[in-house]
């Protein structure tokens, strides 16, 4: 009889912690957020974009929390956070990023500067918008794996602080729509606009090395980077993704026929494995690829088809020390896009 009581002691104790693991906590954070300019009016390529300012900055401290919260994820283990660092310019230094239980995604962590300014989106290059997309990895069974947005809603709606939050600043109910909303108003403040090559432009590049400028002549010029790495994003610029010769079969196909998105430089110094699937380590190499390494596969994208990219090794070097350039320091230590919960 003594056992039997041990026993069912021992499996409600069991029974009990495994609840525990997944149940809510009330993780208390401070509900008066300081109050940050995430939309600053001296933001460049921001215009007449975002009219109701003092909203959206509200919405995007909102945002922040949940990008920040492990209470996204299944079990409470994951946040967005979690694979994008502010520190490394929101990405991981991992070749692949380890999702919930020890799972590992596929491809290379991407950073989320300038995102919602790009015209696609993830590796494959998805159109639309930004907030088309945004609530895809908290579903994604390897990087959050909620069920759907729904269960997040329903979950959320169970953390006494989130539910007087969405009706403060919405005056609703949490919702999928309005968590999608949070996040991308978050995600979409993180604007890089004060690297040293922006300060350049106004200057003529004043402020560069000569190695630098060469690099600036070689990216735009002869390298033929700017065709592709476009605007003030160095982001594709009408097609959404495209194939760089990196195999002559590609076990991911990403978009179909080896097409990737033609991701942003912005902070490319900092985010460190290079391309979809992580396979460069350093910008020497990938520099190095262009130059030497492309692969004759049929959809390679026609500019670097027939004319090889000649570049002797000063001007690698040249064009790695203009990559430089583009990391933006401020974005990467400013408070607003650190994680609230400390
Ligand atoms: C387990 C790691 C992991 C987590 C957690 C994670 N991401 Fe990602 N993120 C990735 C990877 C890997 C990619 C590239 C995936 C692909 O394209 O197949 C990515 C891509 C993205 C992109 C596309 C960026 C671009 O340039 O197009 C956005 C936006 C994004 N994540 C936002 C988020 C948000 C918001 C969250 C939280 C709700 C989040 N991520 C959680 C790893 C993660
Ligand atoms: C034909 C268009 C095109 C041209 C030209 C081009 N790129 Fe790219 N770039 C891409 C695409 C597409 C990817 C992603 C490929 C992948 O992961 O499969 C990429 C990826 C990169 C990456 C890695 C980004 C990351 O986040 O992992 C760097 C760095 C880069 N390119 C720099 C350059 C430089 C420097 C040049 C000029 C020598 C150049 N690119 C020319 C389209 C292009």
């Known amino acids: 009889m003594k056992n039997i009581i041990a026993l069912i002691l021992v499996l409600s104790i069991l029974i009990f912690s495994c609840q525990d693991k997944t149940e809510v906590d009330q993780v208390n954070f401070d509900l008066n957020l300081e109050h940050f300019d995430y939309y600053e009016e001296d933001i460049p390529f921001l215009n007449s974009f975002f009219a109701n300012k003092v909203k959206h900055d509200e919405i995007a401290a909102l945002g922040r929390l949940l990008f920040y919260d492990t209470r996204l994820s299944l079990n409470n283990s994951i946040s967005c956070a979690s694979c994008h660092k502010q520190h490394l310019g929101f990405t991981d230094n991992k070749r692949f990023s380890e999702g919930i239980e020890n799972y590992t995604t596929s491809r290379n962590s991407m950073t989320l500067v300038n995102n919602a300014f790009q015209i696609s989106h993830f590796w494959e290059g998805h159109g639309g918008l930004l907030s088309d997309h945004i609530l895809n990895p908290i579903s994604n069974h390897i990087e959050m794996g909620m069920r ?195």
């Open 148 to 342: 759907s947005a729904e269960q997040l809603s329903e979950k959320l709606k169970s953390i006494e602080q989130y539910e007087h939050l969405f009706q403060d600043i919405f005056e609703e109910e949490i919702s999928e729509d309005l968590i999608r909303d949070a996040l991308t108003t978050f995600v979409g403040s993180i604007i890089s606009y004060n690297t040293k090559f922006d300060k350049g432009i106004e200057i003529d590049f004043a402020n560069f090395s000569l190695s630098e400028k060469n690099g600036e002549s070689i990216f735009f010029g002869k390298g033929k980077c700017g065709h592709c790495h476009r605007g003030n994003h160095f982001a594709a610029f009408w097609r959404e993704s495209t194939n760089i010769g990196l195999d002559l079969e590609y076990t991911d196909q990403g978009a179909g026929n080896g097409n990737f998105k033609v991701p942003t430089l912005r902070n490319i110094a900092l985010t460190g494995p290079y391309m979809h699937d992580g396979r460069f380590e350093t910008l020497e190499e990938v520099v190095n690829h262009y130059v030497n390494g492309i692969q004759e596969h049929p959809r390679l994208d026609w500019t670097l088809q027939n004319s090889p990219i000649d570049l002797n090794e000063e001007e690698q070097e040249d064009l790695v020390a203009f990559l430089h350039t583009l990391t933006d320091y401020d974005l990467i230590t400013q408070e607003k896009f650190s994680n609230p919960f400390k």
